[in-house]
């Protein structure tokens, strides 16, 4: 037993040097304080976290929130039909469903998102059929937007919600299903009583990467909401890269990180106590 301990000594040092290290260094920084030139004076301050409460940037991170929130449940709705059919379909479907699905990541990220722009401009591919076909009559604006920024993360990010959520369907024991139809439930409460409750796994998998994903992207904005939209990412990228004001960029990261902790946690345990109430009505 002591020596399969060692076999995670490798992960421990990885974790460790990669993850915690440098976190440990953001929050140390998160508390210090900025000369007029950029530079880091090792001072401690709360300045970085007192600007954190400006009005500016607290109404971009809420706007960062309701963004990532509305990119999962979108990506949550579509993606679950769609896992749900491909793990009760032929392996011969199945197949074919995930290579369709993994072929975006065959492509660099930055080329796919910017496709789009040659979708949605103004003298995109998008805009020319609509007035070719007569259904409008000047170009609409698509691009720079927030539609657009919505649309971009949720085509960029629907296979981190299938994949998860095809490995929990697939998994789910088919026998509950014929033993509840037999009994006269209907195929909705089978769904929702049976195999909602037990994919709940890849449910909260997809959720946390689509969310922590989309909560620090900054590419998808920059390129598909311009100046016009912005996420707390881009302003933690200006900070470090542009403004050379590293405490403040460090307790935007530091504040980014504990929010999507919080929200992930109670998520999780919405979760479960929705599992344990359909438990409970399962049994009376």
């Given at each position: 037993m002591n020596k399969s301990k060692w076999f995670f000594t490798p992960v421990l040092l990885w974790l460790g040097l990669f993850l915690i290290v440098p976190m440990l260094i953001v929050v140390v920084m998160s508390f210090m304080e900025r000369d007029t030139l950029g530079n880091v004076v090792y001072n401690f301050s709360w300045d970085g976290y007192k600007t954190f409460w400006d009005s500016l940037y607290l109404g971009i991170y809420w706007d960062t929130i309701v963004l990532s929130i509305t990119t999962t449940v979108i990506c949550l709705?579509?993606?679950?039909?769609?896992?749900?059919?491909?793990?009760?379909?032929?392996?011969?479907?199945?197949?074919?469903?995930?290579?369709?699905?993994?072929?975006?990541?065959?492509?660099?990220?930055?080329?796919?998102?910017?496709?789009?722009?040659?979708?949605?401009?103004?003298?995109?591919?998008?805009?020319?059929?609509?007035?070719?076909?007569?259904?409008?009559?000047?170009?609409?604006?698509?691009?720079?937007?927030?539609?657009?920024?919505?649309?971009?993360?949720?085509?960029?990010?629907?296979?981190?919600?299938?994949?998860?959520?095809?490995?929990?369907?697939?998994?789910?024991?088919?026998?509950?299903?014929?033993?509840?139809?037999?009994?006269?439930?209907?195929?909705?409460?089978?769904?929702?009583?049976?195999?909602?409750?037990?994919?709940?796994?890849?449910?909260?998998?997809?959720?946390?990467?689509?969310?922590?994903?989309?909560?620090?992207?900054?590419?998808?904005?920059?390129?598909?909401?311009?100046?016009?939209?912005?996420?707390?990412?881009?302003?933690?990228?200006?900070?470090?890269l542009g403004a050379r004001n590293w405490p403040f960029g460090s307790a935007l990261s530091v504040i980014f990180v504990l929010t999507s902790l919080v929200l992930i946690v109670l998520f999780s345990r919405v979760m479960k106590s929705r599992s344990d109430r359909t438990k409970e009505e399962g049994n009376i």
């Open positions: 709705v579509v993606s679950y039909p769609l896992a749900y059919y491909l793990a009760n379909s032929s392996p011969r479907v199945q197949n074919w469903g995930l290579i369709l699905i993994t072929i975006p990541f065959w492509i660099n990220f930055l080329i796919r998102t910017y496709a789009w722009v040659l979708l949605l401009r103004t003298q995109g591919v998008v805009n020319s059929l609509l007035i070719h076909f007569g259904w409008i009559d000047e170009p609409l604006q698509m691009l720079y937007t927030k539609g657009a920024v919505l649309l971009g993360m949720v085509y960029n990010f629907i296979p981190f919600m299938v994949l998860p959520l095809y490995v929990a369907i697939e998994q789910i024991d088919r026998r509950l299903l014929d033993a509840a139809s037999d009994l006269g439930a209907s195929r909705w409460k089978a769904f929702w009583h049976i195999a909602l409750p037990q994919s709940k796994t890849g449910i909260m998998t997809g959720s946390v990467l689509v969310f922590v994903s989309t909560a620090g992207m900054f590419v998808v904005t920059d390129i598909l909401g311009g100046s016009k939209s912005s996420m707390i990412s881009n302003i933690i990228q200006s900070q470090f």
